[in-house]
């Protein structure tokens, strides 16, 4: 009995340390979440070292550890993880490998993450993947506007797999079918979906996205029904969101477990305020949009100008670029710039154009219009884009059709000259073009080569070629001398469509890096007639420095870009993020001297981090940077506040566009404003974005901005102060009140004398 009773004391004691393990475990696993959360990567790594060390890292603690770096845009820190895994002999299992496809996804490779994909449902032990990693690959061919490979996942994902679709699945398809004007597919899509209630929330926004592709394609009668359709389901119910279940729990009063279950019931009540004010703003927009729709629609019938025909000229001021990494990115030289080297074409914009066109016609649909359209619309875009003549080219054609071709051609010699012949041919217009040593080439230019023409022979954009003179009221001479202002991180557009609508005297650029937000933008500029714009998509630390020119820009804006954490007050992020010092480099290279760089940002955290992030950079890095140290050295430094509130060239809805610039801090010659940036931060037109409009309904009031000038070395600090700037960028601390005049800034709107 005595023996027995020491026994239980023993298992109660291993029961009670066990237990105790397994709740330090999950502490510990907890922990790194948090830092993942805050995207602290360093503290995240030094607790899954911890846990290697002691040999207490469960599968929770890999797929921690995995989120964090992926959190933080770290993708081989990701892969170390999944390689430390396979040494330790751990397995992985369909949360750890969802994890890293959804980094590939959120990085743009997708073919990186069709590769894991593949990897975990083909070798053994095979891995089955659910409906998040099916979701999480969908939502990844959005942002890339990867259209063959969501039409064949959907296929696997039913065939092989016998996973049952979800709202969120066929909204992404439809709305890659749609982007590519493929309505022959999705049509049939949301036709199966209607009556089926489980799909409700979702019919909104799948007939906004056939609302958008049947105005493109000049199909009234389905843009009228869908635009009726999405309505009728906008008031009917709420449109989806990816936390439609968490919601509706919620509002219940139900635990949806996982991380969120373990929040406080008063952060639920918060969380359930915010999504429904999150799908109320939701309504708002998609109703604004179905109304922008139907205005184009009426507006293309009354003028019985085919919608093709209106809609193709857009398609040349559109660039979206490959994958990440797929181009290459060539470095820039002052024999670049100066022009030597630029005689002889190397072939590098024929290299150029190739993934370029391939996206436009597989992604964006031009493939679709180019069957549409005949020799005379293509006549009409004579001397429209880019000063060369457009005549539809053939494409390949088999012998047997060549050697009827002639024979008919042979018959009809005497009735027909060859330049007759040529503009009979109706066929897609971004085919190879005959040789130039012949009568008909000399005359024929391909949609690829009006693209090619964008370009110089370095691989830069030639602007006066990009925009169309006849449309934007100057000569050919002039287009060269318009202003250049260009929107990076611009979202889906409204605020750039805005601004180029109203500023016709400038020629406008957006830069996005998500082709789904890339494609908003484009059709709002076509549903806008906003002939002054210009498409790109891609990664703006790859297109800069690759393809533009230096001393090109007059203006760079940089509205509410994303922060390399959500939430401040935890020191310095180790996040990648977009606005790091490589940017503000690349940003001095490419604006004109006098040129303004104007960031805005609600984030107090984000603003006080940028402000360091400049006043750190030294006139040595700026002259180091690129061609930069073959002309004379320059930098950014702040410019002064307004002395007037606002500029008699720009108008907003109830007069002059004010500007108020107060200062909130500053640290050395940079300076953060708060307040409106107005036009004399080159604001021309009072306008709003999607984030803007939700962040007003949230009843948020400060804005915080940089407005940052290029100047030459004689306008920036004195050399000592310059030197005295040579500090780490890395041991900045952002949540440190900056000094102003060397008093510490604790309270807003502090005002300093500006020179």
């Known amino acids: 009995e005595t023996n027995h009773s020491v026994a239980d004391v023993i298992n109660i004691s291993l029961i009670f340390t066990l237990k105790m393990d397994r709740e330090q475990i999950v502490q510990l696993n907890n922990n790194i979440a948090l830092h993942a959360n805050r995207k602290e990567l360093d503290e995240a790594m030094a607790l899954f070292k911890q846990a290697l060390d002691d040999g207490s890292a469960n599968s929770h603690t890999y797929a921690a550890a995995l989120n964090a770096n992926i959190r933080c845009g770290k993708l081989e820190g990701a892969e170390s993880v999944l390689e430390v895994m396979k040494k330790k002999g751990r397995k992985r299992d ?13 990085a743009g490779k997708v073919s990186k993450a069709m590769d894991l994909f593949n990897d975990m449902t083909e070798k053994k032990p095979k891995i089955e993947p659910n409906i998040r990693t099916i979701n999480t690959i969908l939502r990844g061919c959005v942002q890339t506007g990867d259209v063959a490979t969501a039409e064949a996942l959907v296929m696997r994902a039913q065939k092989d797999f016998k996973l049952q679709l979800d709202v969120s699945s066929w909204e992404h398809l439809t709305a890659l079918l749609s982007q590519s004007l493929k309505l022959d597919k999705a049509l049939p899509v949301v036709g199966r979906l209607k009556d089926d209630p489980a799909f409700a929330s979702g019919q909104a926004n799948l007939h906004l996205s ?45 635990n949806t477990g996982g991380k969120r279950a373990k929040n406080a019931e008063g952060q639920d009540a918060t969380r359930v305020q915010s999504l429904e004010l999150y799908q109320e703003h939701n309504k708002g927009e998609l109703k604004a949009e179905l109304a922008i729709i139907e205005a184009f629609m009426e507006k293309q019938k009354a003028s019985n100008v085919p919608a093709f025909q209106y809609v193709f000229p857009f398609y040349l001021r559109l660039f979206p670029f490959a994958e990440p990494s797929a181009n290459p990115a060539p470095a ?24 370029i066109m391939r996206s436009i016609e597989a992604n964006f649909g031009l493939d679709v219009f180019a069957k549409r359209l005949t ?34 051609a042979a018959k009809k010699a005497a009735a027909s000259s060859t330049d007759e012949a040529a503009a009979t041919v109706v066929a897609p217009v971004f085919e190879k073009p005959p040789q130039a040593s012949t009568p008909e080439g000399q005359q024929v230019c391909s949609f690829r080569a009006l693209t090619a023409k964008a370009f110089d022979n370095s691989g830069r954009f030639s602007f006066a070629n990009v925009f169309p003179p006849n449309k934007t009221g100057t000569t050919a001479g002039a287009a060269a001398e318009r202003p250049v202002k260009i929107e990076v991180c611009s979202g889906a557009g409204e605020w750039a469509v805005a601004q180029a609508k109203q500023d016709t005297g400038a020629d406008w650029v957006t830069l996005e890096l998500r082709h789904d937000r890339a494609y908003q933008i484009f059709t709002k500029a076509v549903f806008a007639d906003v002939q002054n714009l210009c498409v790109l998509c891609g990664d703006a630390m790859q297109i800069l420095p690759s393809h533009f020119p230096s001393n090109a820009v007059t203006n760079i804006f940089v509205n509410h870009p994303e922060p390399p954490q959500q939430t401040g007050g935890h020191g310095s992020s180790q996040s990648r993020h977009l606005l790091e010092q490589s940017f503000f480099l690349e940003a001095a290279r490419i604006l004109k001297p006098g040129g303004t760089l104007t960031i805005v940002t609600d984030n107090l955290w984000y603003g006080r981090l940028l402000t360091r992030l400049v006043a750190n950079i030294t006139l040595e890095a700026y002259s180091a940077h690129g061609e930069v140290a073959a002309h004379a050295a320059y930098g950014l430094q702040s410019a002064p506040a307004p002395v007037h509130r606002a500029a008699a060239s720009a108008t907003g809805k109830d007069g002059p566009l004010a500007s108020e610039w107060a200062v909130q801090e500053s640290e050395g010659d940079v300076v953060l404003y708060v307040g409106k940036p107005g036009a004399a931060a080159g604001h021309v037109v009072e306008a709003s974005s999607y984030f803007d409009r939700l962040w007003k309904r949230g009843n ?51 005002r300093i004398k500006f020179d």
Not at 94 to 106: D, E, S
Not at 332 to 355: C, H, N, Y
Not at 377 to 400: I, M, Q, T
Request: charge should be positive.
């Open 94 to 106: 369909v949360i750890i490998c969802t994890t890293m496809i959804k980094g590939y996804c959120q």
């Open 210 to 254: 056939l609302a958008r592709a049947a105005a493109f394609l000049g199909d009234w009668k389905v843009c009228k029904r869908s635009i009726a359709s999405s309505l009728a389901a906008i008031d009917a119910s709420v449109p989806s969101t990816e936390n439609d279940t968490d919601a509706a729990a919620l509002s219940a009063g139900k």
């Open 332 to 355: 820039v030289t002052a024999q670049d710039e100066s022009g030597k080297g630029k005689k002889k074409d190397t072939g590098l914009r024929k290299e150029l154009v190739k993934p």
């Open 375 to 408: 020799t005379k619309s293509c006549d009409e875009l004579n001397g429209y884009a880019l000063h060369a003549p457009v005549v539809v080219v053939a494409p390949p054609k088999s012998k047997k059709q060549k050697l009827k071709e002639k024979e008919l």
């Open 700 to 750: 948020l009031v400060e804005r915080y901005f940089l407005v940052l000038r290029r100047v030459d070395a004689s306008g920036m600090a004195s050399a000592a102060h310059a030197a005295s700037k040579k500090r780490t960028i890395a041991m900045v601390d952002p949540n440190k009140p900056i000094n102003v005049g060397g008093v510490s800034s604790g309270g807003k709107n502090s």
